[in-house]
């Protein structure tokens, strides 16, 4: 069995609500897993340990660990760890909507 005809089977056929929520799962849990990357590759690039960058944001290292691998990434958090990398602004991709900043 294909990996497309076990979605077909388990999840429900493309174009219904199953299978359409299960895609957009996936699509937002590779979003959030690049930008976990993105924020522990920075941090490591910029010589800080996870409890270094949670004392700039006043969070502990846990939660660090949490958004760099993709976890309880929320915009307010996205907005805090880039700037206390040094990031002067960032912008979120909307695909045919455009490009908007989020600083």
């Known amino acids: 069995m294909t990996h497309e005809e076990m979605l077909d089977k388990y999840i429900g056929k493309v174009g ?3 299978r359409d929520e299960f895609d957009a799962q996936v ?3 590779a979003q959030e897993y690049h ?3 993105a924020i522990r590759q ?7 340990t996870q409890e270094q ?5 006043g969070v502990k290292k ?14 307010d958090s996205i907005r805090k760890v ?3 990398l040094g990031a002067k602004s960032a ?6 909507l455009g490009r908007v900043a989020l600083w």
Do not use: N, V
């Open 16 to 18: 219904t609500l199953e």
């Open 27 to 29: 699509i937002t849990g």
């Open 35 to 37: 930008i976990g990357e």
């Open 42 to 48: 920075t941090r490591k690039k910029q010589g800080l």
């Open 53 to 57: 960058l949670g004392e700039r944001i």
């Open 62 to 75: 846990a939660q660090i660990s949490r958004l760099e691998s993709g976890k309880s990434i929320t915009y």
């Open 82 to 84: 880039f700037q206390a």
């Open 91 to 96: 912008w979120i991709d909307l695909g045919d």
